[in-house]
């Protein structure tokens, strides 16, 4: 059984380091269209939304280490896809206008940022006044 375990710890360790070999794409595609709201609004995306909602991610350290790289790099390119701040400026007046509604949903329901992200970041969680600082800037 003592055999068994030790093969099963030596495999394990064997398959970690050689998913270490497969690469993910951390990339940051230039900033095109950046949003341009008041600073303090800007201030706040930048702290709590654009590590996945931009062209401007900050890459961990442990970004680069599979299978979190994986999960982080899906995440990312997911937030990009639903809204990229980097992007802002190309949408349609409309479709601004609808993701502003959607990042105002988002806040008041506490879910972004997502908790795993603020377990990392914590100082990424918003608080009361950030929430009523962006809830201000959609409703104008």
Not at 7 to 30: C, M, Y
Not at 40 to 54: P, T
Request: net charge positive.
């Amino acid at each position: 059984m003592r055999r068994i375990k030790r093969t099963f710890f030596v495999l394990l360790i064997l398959v970690f380091i050689g998913i270490q070999f497969v690469e993910v794409e951390r990339a940051n595609p230039p900033v095109t269209a950046d949003i341009n709201p008041p600073t303090e609004v800007k201030n706040i995306f930048k702290n709590s939304c654009y590590d996945c909602h931009s062209n401007e991610t900050k890459w961990p350290w442990y970004s680069k280490i599979a299978p979190i790289s994986w999960l982080i790099v899906n995440d990312v390119m997911d937030g990009r896809k639903q809204l990229n701040f980097s992007e802002w400026e190309k949408l349609y007046s409309a479709n601004r206008n609808k993701l502003k509604k959607e990042i105002l949903e988002q806040i008041n329901k506490d879910e972004m940022p997502t908790d795993i992200y603020t377990i990392m970041h914590p100082g990424a969680k918003l608080d009361m006044i950030q929430k009523n600082t962006i809830k201000k800037w959609v409703s104008q």
